[in-house]
C-alpha cells in the first residue's frame, strides 16, 4: 500500500489515509489526543501539522473529536492543505466525526469550504449536475447544498417527536421516539464517503440540533447471534421522492414508475471501513429504505414483515443514547462526518421564528472494495 495520501491501492481505489499500527489513538478521557501523522507533514512545518492532529473529545460523546486548528478559517485550510493526510486520519480515528469550530469566515469565502472538502476525497458532488432542485443549490458555488428555511430553499425542519421529551425530561434520541435517522444518499452506489456541514447561520441552542451516532460501536456490542444475522445481509435503499417510504407503503398508496437512475440499491448492513477495516452497522429508517421490496433482500418485505421488525431492532440499538452525540450548533461550526460508519438525524426548530442556513457538501471517492469498478447508479439513463 501507499503512503501517498492520495495514491492508489491494489483494487485500483483511491487509499485516503488508509491507518497503519503506528497511527496514535484519539482518546475519550478528557484530554487530547495529538499525532502529527506523516513523517512529511511534522517536517515541512511541524507547529502547522500538530494543529490539526490534537483532537480534543466532544462534550457528552463517546465518539468524535474537536480540532481547535491555528485559529481561522483560512488558516485552517492552508495547514490542511499543506499537511492533507492529517485530518482524514482525525476523522477515522474518531470513528466518523469531526468539529472544527470558528470556520464562519467561509460564510464570506465559500471557496474555502470546498478547499477543505477535497482534503477528504479526490471528489466534491457538483449538485448541479445530479438532479438537486435548483434553490438549494448555492448560487455561485455548486458544490454547496444549502439547507435553510429561508428562500429560496424553504426547507422546513421536522416535527417535534411525540411526546417532544423522555420521561427523564431529555431530548429524544432514540429510535422510534426519533425518527430521521439516515446516512447521506445511501440510495446511491457507490454512496457518498463524507459529508461537511457548515453553520452560517444556526438556531438558537435547544434546538435544531444534529445528532450523530457511531456504527462502528454498535456494530462491536451487538449480541453475538445479531451480528451472525447482519453479517451478509444487504439492506434495500431508495430515494424519500420514490414513493416507497414505510407510511406510502402502509397506507397502500399506488407505488410511481422509476427511472433507471432512481431504482433501489443493494447496501450492505454492515460496511467495512476502507481506511480502518472497522465494521459498522450502515442502515436507514424510514425515509431511505424500500419498503415495496424491502427493507432487506431475502427477508419478509413490507412495512410489517419480518424485514421490518429486523431493521426496527437493529435502528434502535444503533441510536441509543450511549452512541449517540448530540450537537448544538454555534455559528461557524463546521462538522465532518463520514457515512460510512455514522447515522445522523435532524430536529425540530421554530421555523415560523427563527431563521436557519447550513450549507453541505458531499465528498467521494473511496466506498471500499465492494464498489470497485462500479458504473454511478444515479448517472443511469
Not at 9 to 21: I, T, V
Not at 195 to 203: E, I, Y
Request: proline fraction near 11%; glycine fraction near 10%.
Amino acid at each position: 500500500m501507499t503512503d501517498d495520501a492520495r495514491g492508489i491501492d491494489e483494487a485500483g481505489l483511491p487509499s485516503l489515509h488508509r491507518l497503519g499500527p503506528g497511527d496514535a489513538d484519539i482518546r475519550f478521557d478528557g484530554h487530547r489526543s495529538c499525532s502529527l501523522g506523516s513523517r512529511s507533514a511534522a517536517q515541512e512545518d511541524p507547529a502547522m501539522a500538530g494543529s490539526l492532529a490534537c483532537t480534543h473529545p466532544l462534550a457528552g460523546a463517546s465518539f468524535g473529536g474537536r480540532i481547535e486548528g491555528p485559529g481561522n478559517a483560512a488558516a485552517l485550510v492552508a495547514a490542511a492543505e499543506a499537511a492533507p493526510e492529517v485530518l482524514p486520519r482525525a476523522l477515522a480515528k474518531a470513528h466518523g466525526l469531526l468539529l472544527l469550530p470558528a470556520m464562519g469566515a467561509m460564510a464570506e469565502a465559500p471557496d474555502l469550504l470546498l478547499r477543505l472538502s477535497r482534503i477528504f476525497g479526490p471528489e466534491v458532488e457538483n449538485y448541479r449536475t445530479t438532479g438537486m432542485a435548483p434553490n438549494m443549490v448555492h448560487p455561485t458555488v455548486p458544490e454547496i447544498f444549502v439547507v435553510s428555511n429561508t428562500p429560496p430553499a424553504d426547507r422546513q425542519p421536522p416535527p417535534l417527536p411525540d411526546p417532544p421529551l423522555t420521561p427523564e425530561g431529555r431530548l429524544p434520541v432514540q429510535y422510534p421516539h426519533r425518527r430521521g435517522w439516515h446516512t447521506d444518499q445511501s440510495y446511491r452506489r457507490p454512496p457518498p464517503d463524507v459529508s461537511l456541514f457548515l453553520a452560517v447561520l444556526p438556531v438558537p441552542q435547544g434546538q435544531g440540533q444534529t445528532l450523530f451516532a457511531d456504527g462502528i460501536a454498535a456494530h462491536a456490542a451487538l449480541p453475538d447471534a445479531l451480528k451472525a444475522q447482519v453479517a451478509g445481509l444487504e439492506g434495500l435503499h431508495v430515494g424519500s421522492s420514490a414513493g416507497r417510504r414505510r407510511e406510502a407503503v402502509a397506507a397502500g398508496l399506488p407505488p410511481r414508475a422509476l427511472a433507471p437512475r432512481e431504482r433501489p440499491q443493494r447496501q450492505p448492513v454492515v460496511r467495512i471501513h476502507p481506511v480502518t477495516g472497522e465494521p459498522a452497522l450502515y442502515l436507514c429508517e424510514h425515509g431511505q429504505m424500500d419498503w415495496l421490496e424491502g427493507p432487506f433482500v431475502g427477508m419478509e418485505p413490507g412495512p410489517n414483515g419480518a424485514g421490518a421488525a429486523f431493521l426496527d431492532t437493529l435502528v434502535a440499538h444503533l441510536t441509543q443514547p450511549q452512541f449517540v452525540y448530540v450537537h448544538e450548533w454555534t455559528p461557524g461550526d463546521l462538522v465532518v462526518w463520514d457515512n460510512r460508519c455514522t447515522v445522523h438525524a435532524a430536529t425540530w426548530f421554530d421555523a415560523a421564528k427563527e431563521a436557519r442556513v447550513m450549507w453541505r457538501t458531499t465528498v467521494s471517492g473511496n466506498p471500499g472494495l465492494a464498489y470497485a469498478g462500479e458504473a454511478r447508479s444515479w448517472l443511469a439513463a
